[in-house]
């Protein structure tokens, strides 16, 4: 049985088709469609309810060292309110999940975790958890709201005063007032476009959603779907759990390197990627013959298999199919011309750079 | 949007319509707007056979791919190539934008008309 986020009526009211996902029951788009509430976040401004996303709670004097124990991203030198991406991966260097983990004081942080994930994820920590620290989920008392989309901040400015909004990508209000709400306000974003993550009690989550559709008219503010939100991460090049990772597959093998720290002293995971250097990265797939390449789809140059795709579609805004996949290093050339096997097709592609969508080069 | 009564559906949402010897199949817009936004379409060649109850074509949303299933058995003796560059023609007009055209029909699924294929909707949804 599907969980129902607190917005579920809103969703209902609004004429959104409602699907099970990661155990909600969730609004995969609404009247416009897909490729319409795409296209709203990246030229106007879209609102999606991602309430079922969870937050664990991370306090006590060794905080600090348990975040940087349990996630192969490194957690000092971080201002209160600052937010850093991160995996956390098991002994044997694959990956148990992403989070974005949030410094509130010097000893408490934020985690948050994939909807899916999170009862795996919270049974991990308190099994990896050391010395003085306490983790609680609280995934049940948060309601998040995602505001996105280059007019993301002109709505929100009718809402807030402009001093509790934050100034750097990646941080965080944790004592901000939205629409007369006290909320978390962050800035960031699942779609490579500028907004903002809101994190509230669920007893004022439907209060904050008709603000946002009533503040954000003159915008043009729509609601967006699941579907959008992953054409979105796609052209942004945001991996996705169980696409991009999983349990057997380590950062290092799909270009999140960034997040991985190999100069800290020690954290999860460390060892055996030392003893593994990763032979694989992520790249992106142009798909120049017919047709469209999903998930798990064999790449080839020639009669050689360099890989496999991990998320495909057509990308409404760049106007074409495209794919992201895990390849063989020594063959992740850019310009190289690959082929994808769809459906039992060979249909030629090319190796082309992540991200295939960079708002900085529109 | 009302369904057209001078047309045939199919329980796997695909409309028929007759003109002469040849039937004309496209897509209902029951099933376009089950699908969302349509993409890509891939279609048989004109000679190719098509078998009733069997798949000719697919056609894919942002989110997945759908197999067209034939009404009839037959030879294909035309497709609508201008579907092939603007699949979300589908979207806009599914009673207009036909998908394929057969000739020499040899058998015929179990077709509905207009107002049992709007009561097997409602049962669908």
């Known amino acids: 049985m599907e969980k129902k986020t607190v917005l579920y009526d809103k969703h209902v009211a609004a004429n959104g088709k409602m699907v099970p996902f990661a155990g909600y029951i969730l609004p995969v788009q609404y009247e416009k469609g897909v490729i319409a509430e795409h296209m709203a976040v990246r030229n106007g401004v879209g609102m999606f309810d991602v309430s079922h996303m969870g937050e664990i709670m991370c306090k006590g004097p060794d905080a600090l060292k348990n975040v940087n124990h349990l996630m192969t991203n490194s957690y000092d030198g971080m201002y209160d309110g600052q937010a850093r991406y991160t995996t956390m991966c098991n002994e044997h260097g694959g990956t148990v999940d992403d989070f974005i983990v949030y410094r509130i004081h010097e000893d408490e942080f934020m985690l948050v975790p994939n909807a899916a994930n999170k009862d795996k994820d919270y049974k991990w920590i308190l099994e990896h958890q050391i010395g003085d620290v306490t983790f609680t989920d609280v995934s049940e008392k948060y309601a998040q709201i995602a505001v996105q989309g280059p007019k993301a901040k002109d709505v929100i400015l009718k809402m807030v005063d402009p001093d509790m909004i934050p100034k750097k990508y990646y941080s965080a209000n944790f004592n901000a007032t939205v629409a007369g709400i006290d909320c978390i306000l962050s800035r960031t974003g699942y779609t490579g476009e500028l907004g903002y993550e809101i994190y509230l009690p669920v007893e004022h989550a439907e209060e904050m959603w008709d603000a946002f559709l009533e503040n954000g008219k003159e915008e043009g503010l729509i609601p967006c779907g699941l579907g959008a939100r992953d054409t979105l991460r796609m052209e942004a090049a945001m991996p996705l759990y169980g696409h991009e990772m999983n349990d057997d597959i380590s950062p290092l093998e799909t270009a999140l390197d960034f997040c991985v720290k190999m100069d800290k002293e020690e954290f999860v995971g460390k060892e055996a990627m030392e003893k593994n250097p990763s032979t694989k990265t992520r790249m992106g797939l142009k798909i120049t013959g017919r047709g469209i390449a999903r998930e798990h789809m064999d790449v080839y140059i020639g009669d050689e298999k360099i890989g496999q795709t991990t998320s495909g579609s057509h990308f409404p805004f760049m106007g074409g199919a495209y794919a992201m996949a895990i390849l063989d290093k020594k063959h992740a050339e850019v310009g190289t011309e690959v082929e994808v096997e769809i459906r039992g097709k060979r249909v030629a592609a090319e190796i082309v750079p992540l991200p295939i969508y960079d708002r900085k080069k529109r | ?125």
């Open chain 2, 1 to 125: 949007m009302s369904t057209p009564t001078e047309l045939k559906y199919s329980k796997t949402h695909e409309w028929v319509k007759e003109e002469g010897d040849v039937m004309v199949i496209g897509l209902t817009d029951f099933a376009q707007n089950e699908l969302g936004d349509l993409v890509f379409v891939n279609l048989p060649e004109e000679g190719d056979e098509v078998e009733a109850g069997e798949a000719f074509g697919d056609v894919e949303s942002v989110k997945a791919v759908s197999d067209v299933i034939s009404p009839v058995s037959g030879e294909v003796c035309a497709i609508n190539e201008d579907l092939l560059d603007n699949p979300a023609a589908i979207n806009e007009d599914a009673y207009g934008a036909w998908l394929i055209k057969v000739k020499n029909v040899s058998d015929s699924e179990e077709l509905m008309d207009a107002s049992e294929y709007d009561k097997f909707c409602e049962s669908e949804k």
